[in-house]
């Protein structure tokens, strides 16, 4: 082996180990089943660490007193009319997002993501902070979540290579054109999900995704959504929202 080629093939492997997620996959409609990531998306430039430095002085929520976590909940009892979303998990996002107002440059909407969830199951919760009015669709988890493909998230990472969704708080950042096309890029705020920017973890639309109650594909650990919404959901949350990712 030749230096140039030696040179290309580490290239070549450096590269493959940063991608997190996949393009193009084909809808199995057979089997109602869809297809994983089968090739590699475009890595973005993450040599900056995060969009958003107000991300290491967030207040955590288990830091904020009881008295004032109710107090904090009584002024969201607007949020969620219809209780789609788990109501502990829609607390923590609340009294987060309410302990970091000032932080989260783009209140107008925060989203719950509930991996815990099977895929069949529209589990990625946008809320109007306004109207309280939650809009939710399907999204895809990691390939390295759900091993045997049955649609359950089972194991989580924060861990490079691992294919794996990451659990915690993130703040959306700007947008890019990738390989998936629109894609917005996302920084981890928590211990388990801090290496989101590294890992190239974002959302992005994905033709293993669609809306119907189908077992999605899996990603290599995007939160990736139905190709024909990606452009409003990622417009709309852009730029500095808060998003929740848990699993029960």
Not at 22 to 39: F, H, M, V
């Amino acid at each position: 082996m030749t230096k140039k080629t030696l040179l290309s093939s580490l290239v070549l492997t450096a590269y493959l180990g940063l991608a997190a997620c996949a393009g193009n996959s084909e809808d199995l409609s057979s089997t109602e089943t869809l297809q994983d990531d089968a090739t590699q998306e475009q890595v973005f430039d993450s040599t900056a660490q995060t969009e958003n430095p107000e991300a290491a002085n967030m207040v955590e929520e288990n830091a904020v007193a009881t008295s004032t976590k109710s107090a904090i909940l009584k002024e969201y009892d607007y949020v969620d009319p219809n209780r789609a979303i788990n109501t502990d998990a829609l607390a923590k996002a609340l009294i987060y997002f309410d302990s970091n107002k000032s932080k989260i440059k783009n209140k107008n909407y925060v989203t719950v993501i509930d991996f815990g969830a099977k895929s069949t199951k529209a589990r990625f919760h946008i809320i109007d902070m306004k109207t309280g009015k939650v809009w939710s669709i399907h999204v895809a988890h990691g390939k390295g979540s759900d091993s045997n493909h049955d649609g359950y998230a089972e194991k989580f990472s924060n861990k490079s290579g691992s294919k794996a969704s990451s659990l915690g708080y993130y703040l959306t950042g700007s947008t890019y054109n990738g390989s998936n096309g629109l894609s917005l890029r996302l920084d981890g705020l928590s211990s388990t999900n801090s290496n989101a920017r590294g890992r190239a973890v974002v959302i992005h639309g994905a033709s293993y995704v669609k809306e119907k109650s189908v077992i999605q594909g899996r990603s290599w650990g995007c939160p990736a959504i139905a190709s024909s919404l990606k452009t409003k959901v990622i417009n709309m949350l852009k730029n500095g929202t808060l998003i929740y990712a848990y699993a029960n």
